[in-house]
């Protein structure tokens, strides 16, 4: 998307830097495909991030759960996926719904955002 500058009000300096800076932060943005565009973190080797999901409030039944009764969540979403060891591809993407161990992981807080990250073979399923 190209954003439409009048040059009648701005220098020909300040419209090519404008296009420019756009033009870099597009690429910025897409340029690691192995990662979500808003998060500065990329995990090595066989390691994922994943976000997890928020814990059920309410019972199957209508009971809501205290805080100190919640159980950490096993479900979460690959947000992104480090370049795998030599000889074993990974088989997560960024985007997948992961089923994992309840201890999994090292729990990470990016700029407010709760993350963990694991290894690939920490996860159990990929939920479809």
């Not at 994992?100 to 694991?118: C, F, Q, R």
């Amino acid at each position: 998307m190209t954003k439409k500058y009048d040059t009648d009000k701005i220098s020909d300096f300040q419209l090519w830097h404008k296009i420019c800076f756009v033009k870099s932060r597009q690429t910025r943005l897409t340029k690691n495909k192995n990662t979500m565009s808003k998060l500065n973190l990329t995990p090595l080797a066989d390691r994922v991030v994943v976000e997890p999901a928020a814990a059920e409030q309410k019972t199957a039944g209508g009971i809501i759960i205290p805080d100190t009764a919640k159980e950490k969540p096993q479900k979460g979403t690959v947000v992104a996926v480090g370049n795998g060891k030599k000889d074993e591809p990974m088989t997560v993407k960024v985007g997948d719904a992961v089923l994992y161990g309840k201890y999994s992981g090292t729990e990470v807080n990016v700029d407010g955002t709760d993350y963990l990250i694991m290894k690939e073979s920490d996860i159990y399923a990929i939920v479809k």
